[in-house]
């Protein structure tokens, strides 16, 4: 069946430190990707997507390119702040009509100054 | 923005007594779901609409009914709350694309003594 897994964390760096945050799928075909960022006491907001292999998604200085080979849709971002505390999930369609979203477990990042 | 609202924001309720969450949208979009979300879970799929009185069962179901007598309104209904049912409830829209992304509303937080 369809999955997502992420690092639970949390995870913690320094502000200015590289940031990776490491997403696999399972899934029937090719579906797109997401990444959500929650801040505290908020909903989901949609950060990237990339819709097809090797398309590489992109926003706020955050990256995440589509691996059809290692089912992998990496987030990635050169220089963080502490602004970026949060957390992060990455979801797939499940597939089939209506497409509810499959989410990873979220990954929750704290950026220390 | 998507112009999603959820009502009320916060509940707190006892063992037994039903409950009506409501999500409102402005923008006329044919899909809508709810979520549930839990430490440890990420976001569940409850239910899902795919049009007026269409709707649908996602993983998490048992426990919940919903209705859309309007396209802007989705209501999700717990008949008899239980404990295992405190959690924070979300819901979403479909956007225009393709692709299946989704736009979330500011959740409820909902707690079942």
């Known amino acids: 069946g369809n999955s997502v897994t992420q690092m639970e964390g949390p995870v913690t760096l320094s502000e200015e430190a590289f940031l990776t945050i490491n997403c696999t799928y399972t899934?029937?075909?090719?579906?797109?990707l997401f990444w959500y960022v929650q801040y505290p006491g908020e909903g989901l907001q949609l950060l990237l997507k990339?819709?097809?292999?090797?398309d590489k998604g992109s926003n706020k200085g955050f990256e995440a390119t589509y691996r059809k080979e290692t089912t992998s849709f990496h987030l990635e971002k050169g220089s963080v702040q502490v602004s970026d505390s949060a957390v992060y999930f990455c979801a797939h369609p499940q597939g089939g009509g209506a497409d509810g979203l499959t989410f990873g477990k979220g990954t929750h990042l704290i950026i220390q100054p | 923005d998507a112009g999603i609202t959820q009502s009320p924001r916060h509940k707190v309720t006892e063992t037994g007594t039903p409950v009506t969450l409501r999500c409102h949208q402005t923008e006329n979009h044919r899909y809508m779901y709810w979520y549930r979300q839990d430490p440890g879970h990420g976001l569940r799929l409850i239910h899902y609409?795919?049009?007026?009185?269409?709707?649908d069962k996602g993983e998490v179901s048992d426990g919940y009914s919903v209705s859309r007598s309007k396209t802007e309104d989705f209501l999700l209904t717990l008949e008899s709350a239980t404990s295992s049912q405190t959690s924070v409830y979300f819901c979403?829209?479909?956007?225009?694309?393709?692709?299946?992304?989704?736009?979330f509303g500011p959740g409820t937080r909902l707690t079942v003594l």
């Open positions: 609409s795919y049009g007026v009185k269409d709707t």
């Open positions: 899934a029937t075909g090719y579906p797109s």
């Open positions: 979403a829209i479909r956007g225009a694309s393709s692709y299946n992304e989704q736009f």
């Open positions: 990339a819709t097809k292999a090797d």
